[in-house]
Nanobody, 125 residues
Framework: QVQLVESGGGLVQAGASLRLSCAAS????????MGWFRQAPGKEREFVAA????????YYADSVKGRFTISRDNAKNTVYLQMNSLKPEDTAVYYC??????????????????WGQGTQVTVSS
């Protein structure tokens, strides 16, 4: 049974940092690209960051570039999203996702096989 379980969300003030984790099970984690997405109330889900099977290709949305860092530990079947200098506009439910597809545009477009349940991040001003 495939599972993606996010954790690490919370309520913080603007300028603070949070580290999200996504623990994966039920599939060969090291063979899947991983992505983070977010969805704010009343808005569509948007791409945040993606990382290839092995650390080599990483992509970020322009809105988070320079502030967020995606990483993965294949030994722990876990992907992380380090979020620094958080802004109120970063408030959203954050989801991790997994895909065996190998194209960066598929990763950015949200073509993933598996999704987590999400973790809430709220940034107050």
């Amino acid at each position: 049974q495939v599972q993606l379980v996010e954790s690490g969300g919370g309520l913080v003030q603007a300028g603070a940092s949070l580290r999200l984790s996504c623990a994966a099970s039920g599939f060969t984690f090291s063979s899947y690209a991983m992505g983070w997405f977010r969805q704010a109330p009343g808005k569509e889900r948007e791409f945040v960051a993606a990382i290839s099977w092995r650390v080599g290709y990483i992509y970020y949305a322009d809105s988070v570039k320079g502030r967020f860092t995606i990483s993965r530990d294949n030994a722990k079947n876990t992907v992380y999203l380090q979020m620094n200098s958080l802004k109120p506009e970063d408030t959203a439910v954050y989801y991790c996702a997994a895909t065996p597809r190998g194209s960066w545009y598929q990763w950015i477009r949200g073509e993933y096989d598996y999704w987590g349940q999400g973790t809430q991040v709220t940034v107050s001003s």
